[in-house]
């Protein structure tokens, strides 16, 4: 199999539907919020712990079984049932349709995985690994977490000022704009500051962001 092109797809206020009602779709589920989908969940039974979440506009559960137009409309669709033949009646209604589709478990019935993700803000590391071992995916992300931060969720967004002053200064010199701003985020002063969790450096070092002469 070729490898998998990585993408950050934007579900904002997209419908999204997930097929299965229980602890494995829950999860689903909490994912898709975080992306800010229309969520619809389509199962016979739906588990309870789903009543904390039903409050949210964006959520719609509807306790029945699977049906074809249940697709309509739909950017996506996670199957996360234990039953092989509904499992594939998704995925073939979705390939009918051109709906891309994750069936949990499966490898063979995605059109895309659902990488594990350490989230700082708006910076997110995620660790696929093809679907193959989405145990070792977690155990690295958990590693990861205890490695990046919450430190660098301020970066993020000191750097997002600069880029935005550098627009404003350079607008038709991108060249200029990346030498600045690799410059700054390469620095062996933030890298130290990050690596020692050093909070005093690193607010020092940001602060002198909004000052510094960008050329």
Not at 92 to 97: I, L, Q
Not at 156 to 182: F, I, K, T
């Amino acid at each position: 199999m070729a490898s998998l092109y990585p993408i950050g797809l934007k579900i904002d206020g997209r419908r999204c539907l997930v097929v299965g009602g229980g602890k494995v779709a829950l999860r689903k589920v909490r994912g898709l919020m975080e992306g800010g989908a229309r969520i619809t969940v389509v199962a016979p039974a739906i588990d309870a712990a789903f009543r904390d979440l039903r409050a949210d506009d964006a959520l719609e559960c509807i306790e029945r079984g699977f049906e074809e137009g249940d697709l309509e409309g739909a950017v996506l669709v996670i199957a996360a049932t234990d039953d092989e033949a509904l499992n594939r009646r998704v995925k073939a209604e979705a390939e009918k349709r051109g709906v891309l589709c994750n069936v949990a478990d499966v490898p063979d019935l995605c059109d895309f995985f659902l990488p594990s993700v350490v989230r700082r803000g708006s910076l997110q590391i995620t660790i696929s690994t093809d679907g193959k071992a989405p145990a070792l995916a977690s155990a690295l992300r958990r590693i990861l977490e205890g490695e990046i931060g919450e430190e660098y969720e301020r970066v993020l967004a000191a750097a997002q000022v600069v880029r935005e002053r550098l627009r404003d200064l350079y607008p038709d010199d991108s060249a200029r704009r990346c030498r600045v701003m690799r410059r700054l985020v390469h620095s062996e002063e933030l890298t130290a500051a990050l690596k020692t969790q050093d909070r005093e450096k690193l607010d020092a070092i940001l602060d002198s962001w909004t000052s510094v002469s960008l050329d």
